[in-house]
């Protein structure tokens, strides 16, 4: 009878009028602690991929996006009309609005964009109606009430204005713009300069609303049209005076990274890549982005900064332009080239954490565990990029390395194979099974075989979008390998006696 009572005294007590003071004054409170969490750990989101990590910050959001709305709808229902109260609804409007991360994980989930905006709406309408109904007439409360208001407003719109159509219709007029831009543009190009290059920095927001024009039915484009592009952005740095060559250098490369994400977003939509086999374009890598001889790593910042650029368009709420992400972009750069390897065969997932979560989780699959992470080292990304552009910027498959080696005879199959996975996981095992029981050297050919070896695993493993190919494919295929190891090399228990079961059977 004793814990009967008491629960019944506790619910009354919690449904009382003083019951939902306390909730209300514990939950803004606690709302405020969960929005600086999410702006802190939402920016950081970009720069680190420990599975506990997203998963914390997913969780973190998920109770902010929880918790706002639960407040508000307190304050609407109960006998909260003094104007404090109000002014708390206000603040908890404007701090769900201002949020600058979103829950997601890849871009599938982008689509939920319209659901949160339709929830937003919703409690701007249970917000306004707390305003009007409230008792009390100090005018510096009622002052910064409709302030708030009206800005949780126009934040709201100017989220929903920059993502509606942001992707498709923007990217249509650079699609549309690229397909011309290399008639319009003297002979004379110098890619190191970026003189002749006029890629879209800026402006096609103005141009999305245009109908196209026959007979091409594309967005027609004038002089008098105001697009800003890379080239003069570039001679306009250069005209400006700087503390010394270094920070004009950073300005130019993330001026050149902001243009580069416009034109990745086509990808995204489908559009055709009007540049796509132009000598000029492969000129503008080649003179361009490596024209730097030895500064190859200049390559992977402007791409890395490319890519950031492109996760704060998709996985933020707000649309950050070049100036506003200028420094969120130039602090990741230090984690270039940061990635994990995985390991063997044999391991079993036991994915407690997805059946606890009823699949929100992700299942980590048969022999994907992640080891610890390693660096793409400068030397890596000379070798790499030296030998691209030494080749001009043709692409090959190996065999004229095996000829210089004299290994062409013996190994050349291995370059035949009929996917980009079966030649990923065949050199993979080679490599493997080459250096079983040698130490790897910090610096060269065999740390940089055993790196490249190790992220290219680690893709198929882990990231098979990223590769040739479907990714469905390549994940099943990665699977059926797994399971196909597994069956061979039952009793071998360490990495050794694996690579010597290996070597025996292809050897027989």
Not at 136 to 159: D, E, M, P, Q, R
Not at 402 to 431: F, M, Y
């Amino acid at each position: 009878m004793g814990i009967k009572n008491s629960t019944t005294t506790f619910a009354q007590s919690w449904g009382s009028t003083e019951g939902r003071l306390v909730r209300v004054e514990v939950l803004v409170l606690f709302s405020a602690l969960i929005w600086i969490l999410v702006e802190f750990f939402g920016s950081l989101r970009r720069r680190y991929n420990h599975g506990f990590f997203r998963i914390f910050v997913w969780a973190v959001y998920t109770l902010f996006t929880v918790l706002g709305p639960y407040t508000i709808g307190l304050l609407q229902d109960g006998p909260f009309q003094d104007q404090t109260f109000v002014l708390w609804g206000t603040i908890l409007l404007i701090t769900q609005a201002s949020a600058d991360s979103i829950s997601v994980y890849s871009i599938h989930d982008i689509e939920q964009r319209k659901r949160m905006v339709v929830q937003h709406v919703l409690q701007i309408i249970l917000v306004l109606w707390l305003i009007l109904n409230c008792k009390g007439h100090n005018k510096s409360y009622s002052a910064t009430t409709w302030i708030f208001w009206i800005h949780s407003v126009v934040l709201t719109y100017s989220v929903d204005a920059s993502k509606t159509g942001g992707l498709l219709k923007q990217s249509k007029v650079v699609a549309d713009y690229m397909m011309i831009e290399h008639l319009q543009i003297p002979q004379d190009v110098n890619p190191a300069t970026m003189e002749g290059y006029s890629y879209i920095f800026q402006g096609e927001e103005e141009m999305a609303s245009q109908l196209p024009i026959a007979p091409e039915y594309r967005v027609r484009f004038i002089e008098s049209t105001f697009i800003m592009t890379i080239d003069s952005i570039w001679r306009l740095i250069e005209s400006q005076s700087f503390r010394n060559e270094e920070t004009k250098t950073i300005m130019k490369e993330v001026g050149l990274s902001f243009s580069l994400f416009k034109l990745l977003k086509r990808r995204l939509c489908g559009y055709q890549i009007g540049e796509a086999g132009l000598a000029k374009t492969l000129n503008f890598v080649l003179h361009g982005l490596l024209s730097e001889e030895g500064n190859y790593v200049r390559a992977f910042r402007v791409i890395e900064t490319e890519l950031a650029f492109l996760h704060d368009f998709l996985y933020t709420r707000l649309y950050l332009t070049v100036y506003h992400s200028i420094y969120k972009v130039v602090i990741g750069l230090e984690r270039l080239g940061s990635t994990p390897c995985y390991s063997a065969s044999d391991y079993h997932p036991w994915n407690v954490l997805t059946f606890l979560s009823l699949g929100l989780v992700d299942a980590t699959r048969e022999g994907q565990k992640a080891g610890k992470n390693i660096m793409l080292t400068d030397e890596l990304i000379v070798r790499v990029l030296s030998g691209f552009k030494e080749r001009n910027g043709q692409l090959e498959d190996g065999q004229s390395a095996l000829d210089r080696n004299e290994l062409g005879s013996q190994l050349s199959w291995a370059c035949n194979l009929p996917t980009h996975i079966h030649k990923i996981l065949v050199w993979h095992i080679g490599t493997t099974i080459a250096m079983e029981g040698h130490p790897v050297p910090p610096t060269g050919d065999h740390r940089v075989a055993k790196t490249l070896s190790d992220y290219c695993a680690y893709l198929v493993a882990f990231v098979p979008d990223m590769l040739p190919g479907h990714g469905y494919d390549n994940q099943r295929i990665f699977d059926a390998v797994v399971m196909e190891a597994r069956e061979s090399l039952t009793g071998c228990d360490t990495l050794s006696s694996r690579c010597e079961t290996m070597t025996a059977a292809a050897g027989s």
